[in-house]
């Protein structure tokens, strides 16, 4: 089988299924096989492996992950793809189709069914209409997920990945680092995908942690304390916590509480580390009155 994931092995499969582009679905196919090669390598993909494939579209990156894995299982929405795809992969062994928006899919039981006591990595050029949903949903569900290289867009890509201070630095970036440690693999221009879409992208690798980063007594209140402190990134931690309210402390007592717990009333949300966050929400647990 030609490579799919060229400008030519991609017109000559849509040309023959008459196949016409979904706006909706975000479709953009992978059509450079340097950025596919990129993604194979930062995935880490072995024959030991399980992969869990979201939106395979024509088959691009499906048909370089069936070569590399023990296993692979994709899911795609569109009905129109999925002849295309068993028509191309119906034969494999090492191959499972599934018709599903992924959003709606059960991932705890299909792992287990498909992969029993071994954990999984998540590879796939995401439809960027709903990459958040679709991240959060991996990192959150308590999965068995060994790692997630994902294509995104290359604005959201940086801001998963940020440094604290950092302008892209956001409460999404301290969700991701909570659960993974997130790594940009590398930089995919527009034009490497049919249709070209209006943005530049990014290869995105997070690892799942094995054990818990931070020791935190709870968890809710951690990210209201961190959503909280971006509401408004331009102000005091005092001043936007208290805005919030959610904390349920009065002024001086919180600003007694920051100040004591190291972290300070005057500093900013964009300031701490996951860590600090963390400190921060244990002292508060502990210290309120
Ligand atoms: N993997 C292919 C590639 O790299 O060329 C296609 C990537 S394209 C950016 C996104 C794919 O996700 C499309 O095939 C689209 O139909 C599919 N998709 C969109 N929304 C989906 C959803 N909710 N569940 C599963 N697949 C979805």
Do not use: W
């Amino acid at each position: 089988m030609d490579k799919i994931a060229t400008p030519e092995g991609t017109k000559a499969i849509l040309n023959k299924y008459s196949f016409v582009f979904r706006k909706k679905f975000g479709q953009n196919f992978l059509i450079d096989p340097h950025v596919l090669d990129e993604i194979i390598y930062a995935s880490e993909i072995t024959k030991e492996d399980c992969v869990l494939e979201i939106g395979p579209g024509i088959g691009s990156v499906t048909q370089e992950l069936i070569k590399h894995a023990g296993k692979v299982i994709a899911v795609e929405i569109d009905k129109m793809l999925i002849p295309i795809l068993e028509k191309q992969f119906g034969e494999v062994q090492n191959f499972k189709l599934i018709h599903e928006d992924i959003l709606k899919v059960d991932l705890k039981k299909l792992i287990e069914e498909e992969s029993p006591g071994k954990r999984i990595k998540v590879v796939a050029n995401l439809p960027y209409y709903i990459t958040t949903p679709i991240i959060m949903a991996l990192l959150e569900d308590e999965l068995s997920i060994e790692s997630i290289t994902v294509m995104v867009q290359k604005e959201v890509a940086q801001r998963l990945a940020a440094p604290p201070g950092s302008k892209q630095y956001g409460a999404i970036t301290l969700a991701v680092n909570y659960y993974a440690k997130p790594h940009l693999a590398a930089d995919v221009p527009r034009n490497c995908f049919m249709p070209s879409p209006n943005v530049d992208s990014a290869v995105l690798k997070m690892t799942l942690n094995k054990e818990p980063v931070v020791a935190i007594n709870n968890t809710k209140q951690l990210f209201r304390i961190i959503k909280a402190a971006f509401a408004q990134r331009r102000k005091t931690l005092l001043n936007t916590l208290m805005a919030n309210g959610e904390l349920n402390l009065s002024k001086e007592a919180l600003k007694q509480l920051l100040d004591e717990s190291g972290i300070g009333a005057t500093t900013r949300g964009e300031a701490l580390s996951l860590q600090d966050f963390a400190s921060l929400s244990n002292y508060i647990d502990e210290h309120r009155m």
